[in-house]
């Protein structure tokens, strides 16, 4: 079978088909000629399919091991059509500290079409098993975490799910497939913001969803051209264009987290680090089991609270900014910026604490990184 990283390159629909050209270029179009009265080519409208949309959608089928891969205008509108598998009565478990927001989406706007949920931690599965009732159809997972960097048991967890004929839905934005692939651990459905890794480079916001099975993708497809949130062509091209160096950057962002983790946790003006490479963390063992390294991610706590603001205004390389996953080295606050849609109650109540600090290393200089990160605690 083909390797990961010879896949990045060369998977999916990787050379335009008619021209030879090596990268599929941007087909800037929304209408196609048709052979004869009722008789379209293989394109008709580009809501419904448009040939750089359909390598990247092809490219991420192929990464994630899936039948089929769908492309979006964002993360949160690919998981906003795979929500709408749903209907009113229908229950979903949901892990406690998703993307904050998927948990408004879920909150505010499916919770009005009638669909319940439970957020649960889904790191103690005898908590999934009680939750289940007889309407629950999904079981939504996120691993690591957003931003407590939980692992959750993506086998343990389907596992249950389908016992119970619940689906097992997880958001792979954090991992990506270069890290792990959750259709090939049981799940049905996997869902990212190419925003994030995938891109790669800060400069799109993107989504992409791929179905385990025909029938599952098949349904997807209904609800995309349906609902229509698609990605453009020219969004199309910059995600498959950051997902060929993918594998250089995914190993560069790991090798940054876990150096700058071990730092943290062995300075004095840390109170807690959050990184599943640590072996202190308690998803160590999962993680090493289900995830090829630990991921760019980590979220630190200071000794003293009041200090997180001068903290994070005051470093060279690490911008003060929303998102993840980038080139870009970034730092952010989740109680007042990305998870300040999660009420304060329920923010204190799954761990997020205001003082948590969320770190993203780009692909700089390690070494400046660590100095950067060590000026800025000596200040404090
Ligand atoms: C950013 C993010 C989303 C939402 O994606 P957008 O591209 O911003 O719509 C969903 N899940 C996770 C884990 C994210 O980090």
């Given at each position: 079978m083909t390797k990961l990283k010879t896949k990045l390159i060369h998977?999916?629909?990787?050379?335009?088909?008619?021209?030879?050209?090596v990268s599929v270029p941007i087909?800037?179009?929304?209408t196609y000629k048709q052979n004869a009265l009722g008789q379209p080519k293989d394109y008709e409208y580009s809501r419904s399919g448009n040939p750089t949309r359909h390598a990247l959608e092809a490219l991420i089928a192929d990464l994630e091991e899936g039948v089929q891969g769908f492309a979006f205008g964002s993360g949160l509108a690919g998981i906003h059509t795979v929500l709408s598998l749903f209907e009113p009565g229908d229950h979903i478990i949901m892990a406690d500290d998703v993307y904050g927001g998927s948990f408004r989406l879920m909150d505010k706007v499916f919770s009005k079409l009638g669909i319940r949920y439970d957020l649960v931690d889904m790191s103690d599965l005898s908590a999934i098993e009680v939750a289940?009732?007889?309407?629950?159809k999904a079981v939504y997972v996120e691993t690591p975490?957003?931003?407590?960097l939980k692992i959750l048991d993506i086998e343990k967890i389907a596992g249950l799910a389908k016992e119970h004929q619940a689906l097992t839905l997880v958001d792979n934005t954090f991992a990506t497939p270069y890290l792990q692939r959750p259709l090939t651990l049981g799940a049905d459905v996997v869902m990212h913001s190419a925003t994030k890794y995938l891109g790669g480079h800060s400069d799109v916001v993107a989504g992409l969803v791929v179905a385990k099975s025909h029938e599952l993708a098949e349904r997807i497809a209904f609800l995309q051209n349906s609902i229509g949130g698609v990605l453009g062509p020219q969004d199309s091209w910059i995600v498959q264009r950051g997902i060929k160096t993918l594998a250089l950057r995914m190993e560069a962002h790991s090798k940054a987290a876990m150096k700058i983790a071990e730092f943290l946790e062995g300075h004095?003006?840390?109170a807690k680090v959050y990184y599943?490479?640590?072996?202190?963390?308690?998803g160590h063992e999962i993680a090493k089991k289900q995830m090829a390294t630990f991921g760019g991610m980590l979220s630190f706590e200071l000794?003293?609270?009041?200090?997180v603001k001068g903290l994070v205004e005051g470093l060279?390389?690490?911008?003060?900014?929303?998102?993840?996953?980038?080139v870009e080295s970034l730092i952010e606050v989740p109680a007042v910026?990305?998870?300040?849609?999660?009420p304060k109650d329920i923010r204190e109540s799954i761990g997020?604490?205001?003082g948590l600090i969320r770190l993203s290393p780009g692909i700089e200089d390690l070494d400046d990184l660590l100095d950067d990160l060590k000026t800025g605690l000596e200040g404090i």
């Amino acid at each position: 079978m083909t390797k990961l990283k010879t896949k990045l390159i060369h998977g999916g629909i990787s050379t335009d088909q008619t021209t030879g050209a090596v990268s599929v270029p941007i087909y800037q179009v929304s209408t196609y000629k048709q052979n004869a009265l009722g008789q379209p080519k293989d394109y008709e409208y580009s809501r419904s399919g448009n040939p750089t949309r359909h390598a990247l959608e092809a490219l991420i089928a192929d990464l994630e091991e899936g039948v089929q891969g769908f492309a979006f205008g964002s993360g949160l509108a690919g998981i906003h059509t795979v929500l709408s598998l749903f209907e009113p009565g229908d229950h979903i478990i949901m892990a406690d500290d998703v993307y904050g927001g998927s948990f408004r989406l879920m909150d505010k706007v499916f919770s009005k079409l009638g669909i319940r949920y439970d957020l649960v931690d889904m790191s103690d599965l005898s908590a999934i098993e009680v939750a289940f009732k007889p309407e629950t159809k999904a079981v939504y997972v996120e691993t690591p975490s957003n931003p407590l960097l939980k692992i959750l048991d993506i086998e343990k967890i389907a596992g249950l799910a389908k016992e119970h004929q619940a689906l097992t839905l997880v958001d792979n934005t954090f991992a990506t497939p270069y890290l792990q692939r959750p259709l090939t651990l049981g799940a049905d459905v996997v869902m990212h913001s190419a925003t994030k890794y995938l891109g790669g480079h800060s400069d799109v916001v993107a989504g992409l969803v791929v179905a385990k099975s025909h029938e599952l993708a098949e349904r997807i497809a209904f609800l995309q051209n349906s609902i229509g949130g698609v990605l453009g062509p020219q969004d199309s091209w910059i995600v498959q264009r950051g997902i060929k160096t993918l594998a250089l950057r995914m190993e560069a962002h790991s090798k940054a987290a876990m150096k700058i983790a071990e730092f943290l946790e062995g300075h004095p003006a840390v109170a807690k680090v959050y990184y599943p490479g640590l072996a202190s963390h308690p998803g160590h063992e999962i993680a090493k089991k289900q995830m090829a390294t630990f991921g760019g991610m980590l979220s630190f706590e200071l000794v003293d609270e009041g200090a997180v603001k001068g903290l994070v205004e005051g470093l060279s390389y690490f911008t003060l900014a929303e998102s993840l996953g980038g080139v870009e080295s970034l730092i952010e606050v989740p109680a007042v910026m990305t998870h300040a849609s999660i009420p304060k109650d329920i923010r204190e109540s799954i761990g997020i604490k205001d003082g948590l600090i969320r770190l993203s290393p780009g692909i700089e200089d390690l070494d400046d990184l660590l100095d950067d990160l060590k000026t800025g605690l000596e200040g404090i």
